[in-house]
Nanobody, 127 residues
Framework: QVQLLESGGGSVQAGGSLRLSCTTS????????VGWFRQRPGKEREGVAA????????FYVDPLKGRFTISQDGGLNTVYLQINNLESEDTAIYYCAAKIMPSYWRGWCGVNDHKYWGQGTQVTVSS
């Protein structure tokens, strides 16, 4: 069981930046893939980015590359999502989620089949 807690959401003006945090108690188990997802009003949840905590390899959903940066702290208990140049279309509940990868896994992990989910943090962007 991996417990996750998101923080860092809030209300910002378009063009601003936010850094969201996804924290677990202790540290992430080895071979954990942590992903960030969002659900915009009236839309289905979508993947944003993921990071393989064992080696730090990031993955980004193509349309969102450039403004989003996923990273992890050295203590391996927090994964961040930096969002720059926020747009009104970024208004959403942002969730982090985790899954454990197979022992042979190397490199990037995607934004599918995540098993453990946080409660989400609201991001509201006003224009």
């Amino acid at each position: 069981q991996v417990q996750l807690l998101e923080s860092g959401g809030g209300s910002v003006q378009a063009g601003g930046s936010l850094r969201l945090s996804c924290t677990t108690s202790g540290s992430f188990p080895s071979r954990t893939c942590v992903g960030w997802f969002r659900q915009r009003p009236g839309k289905e949840r979508e993947g944003v980015a993921a990071i393989y905590t064992s080696d730090g390899t990031p993955f980004y959903v193509d349309p969102l590359k450039g403004r989003f940066t996923i990273s992890q702290d050295g203590g391996l208990n927090t994964v961040y999502l930096q969002i720059n140049n926020l747009e009104s279309e970024d208004t959403a509940i942002y969730y982090c989620a985790a899954k454990i990868m197979p022992s042979y896994w190397r490199g990037w992990c995607g934004v599918n089949d995540h098993k453990y989910w946080g409660q989400g943090t609201q991001v509201t962007v006003s224009s």
